[in-house]
């Protein structure tokens, strides 16, 4: 009973393909994000979305598209993959947008050759 | 934009000793600040949380002090173990914007 689980775990792959990873939360929460960690461990907030709707949207290459089927899923979808793009990347929810506490996936590790 | 910052980026201490863990924020509007902890190979946890009308919460063997004046945030860990091996970040809440600063890599020498 994985409360937020993304998929693939592990994603390795070359330059200038596009990839997607999911990610799903059971916890009935209304916001989801996705997040960039690099490897020094800096994370950096990318989308957040809250009831389907996007509600942030950081400064990130339009190469870059989540998309919310549903509030329990948000999905990342990346094109045209750079070297630039390896790093972890987690997805979270929340119960609502602001003073909430996050919970987050086991994230998926992108190594773009 | 907005920072939040860690004094010092790794710390050893000996296991049964208490740890203390600093952060610096910038925006004088945060409301809600977090703690996590992240274990090699996972997503970050949720240790503890406060809201700025506090300057001090208790949890488990875990205490997080802030400082509005100074805009300082500390997290203590009472008799730490070896369990307690981690990076842990602290976060910042301005509205619907979070913000991680850069993590502190807590290790304990048995």
Redesign the interface.
């Known amino acids: 009973d994985t409360a937020?689980s993304q998929t693939p775990k592990y994603l390795v792959t070359q330059m200038g393909n596009d990839k997607s990873i999911k990610c799903e939360q059971n916890l009935g929460h209304d916001t989801m994000?996705w997040?960039k960690q690099d490897s020094?461990?800096?994370?950096?907030?990318m989308f957040?979305y809250?009831n389907k709707e996007l509600?942030?949207n950081e400064t990130v290459p339009n190469r870059f598209s989540p998309k919310s089927p549903d509030k329990a899923h948000l999905n990342l979808h990346i094109n045209s993959l750079e070297l630039g793009d390896s790093a972890v990347y987690?997805c979270?929810s929340s119960p609502r947008?602001?003073?909430a506490?996050?919970?987050?996936?086991?994230?998926t590790r992108l190594l773009v050759l | 934009g907005e920072s939040v910052g860690l004094h010092l980026p790794t710390l050893s201490v000996q296991e049964g000793d208490n740890s203390i863990i600093n952060c610096a924020y910038s925006n004088s509007a945060s409301?809600?600040f977090?703690w996590?902890k992240?274990e090699s190979?996972?997503?970050?946890?949720?240790i503890i949380?406060i809201?700025s009308n506090m300057d001090k919460r208790q949890g488990q063997r875990v205490t997080v002090l802030l400082n509005k004046t100074v805009k300082h945030l500390s997290l203590q860990i009472a008799a730490t173990q070896p369990g307690d091996s981690a990076?842990y970040?602290c976060a910042e809440?301005t509205?619907?914007?979070?913000?991680?600063g850069?993590?502190t890599?807590l290790t304990v020498i048995p």
């Open positions: 937020v994000y997040y020094k461990k800096f994370l950096k907030i957040s809250n509600i942030i987690f979270a947008t602001a003073r506490t996050q919970y987050f996936g086991p994230g | 409301d809600y977090i996590y992240q190979g996972k997503g970050p946890q949720f949380d809201r990076v970040f809440n509205g619907n914007q979070f913000y991680f850069t993590g890599s």
